[in-house]
């Protein structure tokens, strides 16, 4: 079994830093790809960040040069740097990661989400 456990979120003002993490515990083979994702009330859950084990990242449009997403694989652990945090950025943020749990089966484990407001 695989467990994604996530730290790091809180109330902030605009103009603000946090940096959210998600550590992964378990038996697995390997990590693939180490993703964030955050949803609002009412919407559906948007990706904002994605990582892949090469260390290619991608971002969402709203967030590119203001966050960064980071791996340690040793510590099978993603981070998610927000930085210049706006108040349309709170939300309940996930992590996601796509998980080896043998050489040939993949399958997705999602954190317990964390909170994150931004005050204006």
Same mark, same amino acid.
């Given at each position: 079994q695989v467990q994604l456990v996530e730290s790091g979120g809180g109330l902030v003002q =605009? #103009? &603000?830093?946090l940096r959210l993490s998600c550590a992964a515990s378990g038996r697995f083979f390997s990590? $693939? *790809?180490m993703d964030w994702y955050r949803q609002t009330p009412g919407k559906q859950r948007e990706l904002v960040a994605i990582i892949t084990s &090469? #260390?290619?990242? $991608?971002? =969402?449009d709203s967030v590119k #040069?203001?966050?960064t997403i980071s791996r340690d694989n040793a510590k099978n652990t993603v981070y998610l740097q927000m $930085?210049?945090?706006?108040?349309?950025? *709170?939300a /309940?943020?996930?992590c996601?990661?796509? /998980?080896h749990t043998t050489e040939y089966f993949l399958n997705?484990?999602? #954190?317990?989400?964390?909170? /994150? *407001?931004v005050s204006s």
């Open positions: =605009a #103009g &603000g830093s990590i $693939n *790809t &090469g #260390g290619s990242t $991608n971002y =969402a #040069g203001r966050f $930085n210049s945090l706006k108040p349309e950025d *709170t /309940v943020y996930y996601k990661m796509s /998980v997705d484990y999602w #954190g317990q989400g964390t909170q /994150v *407001t």
